[in-house]
């Protein structure tokens, strides 16, 4: 692995000012390495952070990567991870034409990482240096505890999917102006939410009086006072509220451990703690990657394209770009492809808002003819997606955006799977072009762990329950994560959650075919002296 030569980091600092131009905006100092085809399979599993701590796992994921690259050799043309600087790695055998489009394609991944609010929590430090005096700190404690080290990792690392992500991201300090008294937060999140109809304008009512208040000097506690007058049990409900209120509003499930658990607070297991914390602030520095992949690789397929096009140093190499930017763009019948979404996505609300189109005129027009031609020239289309650049993720972004006028224009269709009883083969077919499916398959797609509530009960018991949203957790690794549990905790840990009754599916859905109406029921895992039993209600 080494620097790029000087001749190509001459273009990517032209592809820095041409950038810069269009409006992008981020750091100047960045770093840009040459690596070969094994550097790449050595970075992978550590997300692409050199320095990241070693782990047994990423040794058996490097030899696996091997052996793929042998049975099906490939070339990735880039990756760029979010340090201060940033620094972003290729292959060694690009034409200059191909690296003017990589480059441009990695400037708009800095420009999202650095501008994006979702990773606001990144920019306060270099996480390569970070990360490389956690390599170090665990290094010392596997001189001197052993294999110790790499069962917490192990059981850390099968937790760090359940971080407070959100909760982290919304603390105090890095967002005071939305922050809600707790009296506000249980007045418009829980009491209200239970005492009023889905639709009823009064909720929207409480907010404008409750905004209107606290632009006078105590106001809030005014606000409160007409709200005791018309709800005299508020009071009480709120009181009760915070006594009973459970930990695991206040922290997720790996700071739980670390605060409560009586075997890692015991005097010789507190170093225990470092590594939870190493792997858990890991876990909370990659998850805006994970929560805006579909944005982040639209944006920057989009200013790749737009960018390229108008460099004169690529006359010649047109039809050469197009071939390539097929391939990273194109639009697959069966599965997703983020690059293509977000590209076209990001271009048709450029269009639409050029046009006006984000407007009450626009919504109250029914006339198909009407919509199409409608055209108020607004030119304000590139300042809108750099808005949307900054404050939405992938599931603000595709909920709000996925329309039926998108999804015409592209075709878009979801496909669904059946047997075909006659020829005995699967087959595919078109099982709905509504902009309302399609969306909800894109919503579907998007990265989204289980909600797990849990306490310690009066025996020393860590109880979990999963707050089930329609879907099983992973069956294969339940038994495993409740061992390590067992091990962190140091006593009996159990899992109240939902699985699919088989029989009782089969019974509602005599006919067998594809959709069917799945049947769950409660189940509870109960982990004592490392072993696992389920117990079916």
């Known amino acids: 692995m080494q620097l790029i030569d000087q001749h190509t980091k001459k273009i990517m600092e032209g592809c820095k000012e041409r950038a810069w131009d269009a409006g992008l905006n981020f750091d100047k100092e960045t770093l840009e390495y040459i690596v070969t085809n094994a550097d790449m399979l050595e970075l992978s599993p550590k997300n692409m952070i050199p320095t990241l701590y070693d782990f047994w796992l990423q040794d058996v994921q490097v030899l696996r990567g091997k052996g793929e690259y042998d049975a099906y050799p490939h070339n990735p043309y880039e990756t760029v991870i979010n340090t201060r600087p940033a620094i972003s790695f290729y292959n060694d055998n690009n034409p200059d034409w191909l690296n003017v489009m990589i480059f441009y394609h990695v400037i708009a991944h800095i420009d999202f990482f650095q501008n994006n609010k979702f990773f606001q929590k990144t920019w306060e430090y270099d996480f390569k240096e970070k990360a490389l005096t956690e390599k170090r700190m665990i290094a010392r404690l596997r001189a001197t505890k052993g294999r110790q080290v790499d069962y917490v ?92 209120k459970s930990k695991s509003d206040e922290l997720d499930l790996m700071q739980f451990i670390m605060e409560e658990s009586p075997y890692i607070n015991k005097e010789e297991n507190k170093w225990m703690k470092t590594i939870l914390s190493i792997v858990r602030d890991t876990s909370l520095y990659f998850s805006p990657q994970i929560r805006t992949k579909t944005m982040n690789e639209g944006w920057a397929s989009y200013w790749h394209e737009k960018l390229f096009m108008n460099d004169d140093r690529i006359k010649g190499n047109e039809v ?46 029914f006339n198909e003819e009407e919509r199409k031609d409608f055209d108020k020239k607004t030119d304000k289309g590139r300042d809108f997606i750099f808005h949307i650049r900054e404050n939405y993720n992938d599931f603000t972004f595709l909920n709000q955006f996925t329309n039926q006028e998108f999804v015409d224009k592209h075709n878009l269709m979801v496909i669904g799977q059946r047997i075909n009883k006659d020829k005995r083969v699967k087959e595919y077919y078109v099982k709905s072009k509504k902009a309302k499916d399609y969306k909800q398959m894109l919503l579907d797609s998007l990265y989204h762990p289980p909600v797990i509530k849990f306490k310690a009960n009066f025996n020393g018991d860590l109880d979990l329950t999963h707050v089930f949203e329609g879907k099983e957790l992973f069956s294969d690794y339940i038994a495993n994560t409740m061992i390590g549990l067992e091990y962190l905790w140091g006593n009996r840990v159990t899992l109240e959650t939902r699985e699919v009754d088989m029989e009782a599916t089969m019974r509602k859905n005599r006919a067998g075919d594809a959709p069917y109406d799945a049947v769950f029921r409660k189940v509870k895992y109960i982990t004592k002296n490392k072993k696992v039993e389920k117990i079916n209600f």
């Open 153 to 244: 990792i192990e059981f850390a690392r099968s937790l760090d999917n359940l971080v407070g992500y959100y909760r982290d991201l919304n603390d105090e300090v890095n967002l005071p102006e939305t922050q809600l008294s707790p009296r506000a937060d249980y007045y418009f999140n829980h009491f209200l939410q239970d005492s009023i109809k889905p639709g009823n304008s009064e909720f929207l009512e409480e907010i404008n009086k409750y905004n209107n208040a606290l632009e006078k000097s105590d106001g809030e506690n005014q606000f409160f006072k007409s709200v005791s007058i018309k709800n005299p049990e508020f009071q009480s409900l709120f009181d009760e509220y915070r006594k009973t």
């Open 320 to 365: 050469a770009f197009a071939r390539v930017n097929a391939k990273v763009t194109s639009l697959p019948k069966v599965g997703l492809n983020p690059y293509a979404i977000g590209w076209r996505l990001f271009m048709f609300i450029e269009e639409a808002m050029d046009k006006g189109k984000y407007s009450t005129e626009y919504f109250r027009l």
